[in-house]
């Protein structure tokens, strides 16, 4: 979900659009209540559907081309003056050469996705502090949020950004090749060795049947995890607590690093890339049935629940030392400074945290992004569960931890993934992780010092 740094053309585009912001502000009157320009917009508090309302139109950046159109419809039975009109995203055009190119045609966009790191967003005036909004939203004062909730999108104090959804992940699990291996499903209390003793159990080189799926998640997600369940890290990615600093190259993750290259290079559990390419790439797929194991989130379940011809459920990740992390996405949402229709905008952010908005993203997969009772019996309620283990999910969701970057300067100059591909796939020497670390965990210092505050 990444994307490389925008390049520098890019960002000279959006620099001079901060005028047109600057412009457009002064004739808004979502800009200030005196008409001046030079005071902050008032925070809106939600409306009802008996008000009368002129008919507004938001235009909202966003990959999700033609799957969120209930939830739009659902938004608009709540405030039925409000249409939601998106603005699609394609691979090829950053988000921010789309908000740039909507400001010079005079059609600014209201709300987005973000792409990027949410500092460059910040620091080119393009995304308005939620602060305002937040205390004065019924909706969010009243709501319960996990812990860490607003900080991993709060920057300089600004809470930049909410979370369109929160993307949830487990260990899928083929239980056919379990079974075929005398092997029962393990409890969603299991540890990080019974998944290393299970994966090396039901692997049959012969039969071309690994206990692991050769992807890349492998190491991004639960590598980064384990480092958190037995107390090596304070956070995902290696980061400490502060999100200041990378740990990677400490001892006792490059000690996690090694137990997870021993996977492939002596338990013969997983593949490397080398192998697997030479076996026809078949164990770099779950949907293949030749591995018990893989990391999956929401975006599987469509392929698994058409396609898997095996009897397929989940687990939540292991148990470490300390304790049992999971691992989750928020996919940022912002309200766009240019925008012409603020109070509306927000309103469509605010929405997301509705109870009929949370059932209906669990409906497909995502977590709850609320603490509630109700929304946590829900998860029997969904048909996407039924048959599954539900209690899985309901532990993936309580023991989610957020994945870090959005706020961490120079996030994507931070190489822990490629690095670690190549180690723990490939013969790249581990001890290159240890000048790699060094430089960016100056690199990001340096680059904090210039930030304008």
């Known amino acids: 979900m990444k994307r490389k740094r925008i390049a520098s053309s890019i960002l000279s585009m959006v620099m001079l659009m901060t005028f047109v912001l600057a412009g457009c502000s002064s004739k808004n009157n979502d800009a200030s209540p005196s008409g001046t320009g030079n005071e902050p917009a008032p925070a809106p508090s939600e409306q009802t559907a008996e008000e009368k309302h002129d008919p507004v ?79 004065k939203s019924d909706i969010l004062k009243n709501a319960k949020f996990p812990d860490g909730f607003f900080e991993t999108m709060t920057f300089n104090n600004k809470k930049l950004a909410v979370p369109m959804v ?19 499903m393990p409890a969603n209390d299991w540890t990080y060795d019974d ?23 492998i190491q991004m997600r639960l590598l980064s995890s384990k480092a958190i369940a037995d107390g090596h890290a304070a956070n995902h990615q290696y980061m400490n607590e502060d999100l200041t600093q990378s740990l990677l190259s400490t001892p006792d993750i490059m000690n996690d ?50 396609k898997a011809t095996f009897d397929w459920d ?28 603020k109070e509306e905008a927000f309103l469509w952010l605010s929405f997301q945290f509705t109870p009929e908005a949370q059932k209906w993203k669990i409906d497909q997969g995502a977590n709850a992004s609320v603490v509630d009772p109700e ?45 670690l591909n190549d180690i723990i796939f490939g013969d790249r020497d581990i001890n290159d992780i240890i000048p790699e670390t060094e430089a960016w965990n100056k690199k990001t210092i340096e680059i904090r010092a210039t930030l304008k505050q």
Do not use: C
């Open 57 to 135: 139109t938001l235009k909202f950046i966003s990959w999700k081309n033609g799957t969120y159109d209930e939830l739009y419809e659902l938004f608009h039975k709540r405030y039925p003056w409000i249409t939601i009109e998106q603005v699609p995203v394609n691979n090829s055009q950053p988000i921010m050469e789309i908000i740039a190119s909507l400001e010079a045609a005079g059609t600014p966009a209201d709300v987005t996705e973000i792409d990027s790191d949410l500092i460059t967003y910040e620091q080119n005036n393009l995304i308005e502090d939620l602060t305002p909004y937040i205390e």
């Open 166 to 184: 929160d993307v949830p992940m487990w260990v899928l699990v083929n239980k056919d090749l379990l079974a075929k291996h005398g092997v029962d």
């Open 195 to 217: 998944f290393r003793s299970v994966a090396k159990q039901v692997s049959d080189p012969g039969a071309g049947e690994y206990g692991i799926t050769t992807q890349p998640e």
């Open 257 to 306: 690093v090694k137990w997870f290259q021993e996977l492939v290079t002596k338990d013969g559990s997983m593949q490397s890339y080398a192998a697997a390419e030479a076996g026809g790439n078949v164990t770099k797929d779950f949907i293949n049935g030749k591995t018990a194991f893989a990391i999956g989130g929401d975006w599987v379940l469509p392929t698994l629940k058409e």
């Open 314 to 341: 989940v687990l939540p990740f292991p148990k470490g030392k300390v304790s049992q992390p999971g691992y989750s996405i928020y996919g940022p949402l912002g309200l766009l400074s240019g925008s012409k229709h």
């Open 375 to 419: 929304l946590t019996s829900y998860y029997d309620q969904a048909p996407i569960w039924q048959g599954k283990n539900i209690e899985a999910v309901k532990i993936a969701q309580k023991n989610a931890r957020i994945q870090s970057g959005l706020t961490v300067p120079g996030w994507n100059d931070y190489n822990y993934n490629n690095i």
